[in-house]
């Protein structure tokens, strides 16, 4: 589990403040996160945050899921994650919630999805992590 | 084809500006582009790039590909992508070259890949697209 | 909904017997079925059905969560899927169950998972639909 | 390089029997395979083989183009495949072709592509695989 301290140091990372997520809770392989997109991330559609804002908070989440069961000086990396993006995100703050589906020593294995402030799913995914060697900064 | 107009137009854009995105050329299903990814976005691991910033890449990178084989009011967005990271992202600028493998009336198949300053694969992947009536802003 | 008779039916067909798939029902887009893998399509691994045959499993089953859902006339047809293998596929028989996230007029996204005979998740996906009109022979 | 004796030893397997695949070459990365599609497994479509068939072919082939570089007490296992389907599958004998993309210590990352007998691409994927310790019985 992630306590809250160590939440909120997470949540002051350069690649959060600047496309707008915040992770709200990981613990015993699951995890939360929100996203607020930020104003220049928002683009070709008017107010849309782009496909890659929203896959970067499905894969980031993930990893918290999976980093969640792990002793500290683990990590992990992600090896491949196949997205889907099912209906057009326009109404923010958008949620997204992951989950460990199976771990081996050395692999990951996630489903994730997101939805908007209604509730509607925008987008899911699911992805193979690797475990390795590395303590955050 | 995009000429060179449209190109500089594009490459203006707030999303591309704030990752570090620049598109080369996009002609006759094939697609390329430059990422020199900003500070900010390079997070957790120093001087790499996120995941998610090498995604967004491919996947716009992939849509200028479909895009540069339609009528100019007809556009694209992502079904649905699933990318690999082959090997950290440690050189930049990073390449991403994509190419479309086939088209029907309403979908667009495509693949692309992410190579570093050395040549180096560091992520590849495959997508499916829906042609959509939008014209650029 | 799909009836007993039709399910009687469609279980007949040549595809499931040569591999040994069995659906088990399919209503308001959920779906389940039986794998009995046959000995012939258990290689190279002895007594585990190839990856391909589960995959096979996961797709049939995936289309029939969506057909629950369309009127007679429709039918639909794999654009893509993801598949995962978590684990060997070992304990026969093998249950499939799919779930359809999502529906707009010409797509369904679906997900589902094979777990063995001990409820151990084997094998779990993602998939793209397309909706098509074509009506069961 | 896997040379003729092995390849005619692994054609006999009962899995390729009862689908129609033969596997064609395996050298330095690359490898080809040939589908045939037995009657049995051409369903739902009269005369095209089940998307599941597609994709073992696909599977399978991928395999022996990472095997084709690895030494002899090693093989591989798939962690996971995302297949994409371009146009039905109507005009056999379907060949298929692999190439390893990137390999790591235990992991390898591969594409692939079907096309039918008039060289028109039917489906194409990408996949990860894990290499493990498995002589071929």
Redesign the interface.
């Known amino acids: 589990m992630m306590d809250r301290k160590l939440l909120a140091r997470i949540n002051r990372?350069?690649?959060y403040?600047?496309?707008g997520i915040k992770v709200l809770e990981a613990s015993q392989g699951s995890s939360s996160s929100r996203l607020d997109p930020?104003?220049?991330?928002?683009?070709?559609f008017?107010g849309q945050p782009?496909?890659?804002?929203l896959?970067?908070?499905l894969?980031?989440t993930m990893a918290w899921a999976l980093v969640s069961t792990l002793p500290s000086e683990l990590n992990c990396?992600?090896?491949?994650?196949?997205?889907?993006?099912?209906?057009p995100a326009q109404a923010a703050p958008f949620t997204c919630s992951c989950r460990l589906?199976?771990k081996?020593g050395?692999?990951g294995?996630l489903?994730g999805?997101i939805v908007d402030a209604d509730g509607k799913?925008v987008a899911?995914?699911?992805a193979?992590f690797?475990i390795i060697k590395f303590a955050?900064?």
């Open positions: 990372n350069s690649l403040k600047t496309l930020a104003g220049p991330v928002c683009w070709p008017p782009h496909g890659g804002i896959f970067t908070v894969d980031t990396t992600t090896i491949d994650l196949s997205i889907q993006y099912l209906a589906k199976h081996t050395r692999l294995f489903e999805q799913p899911s995914g699911q193979t690797r955050m900064p």
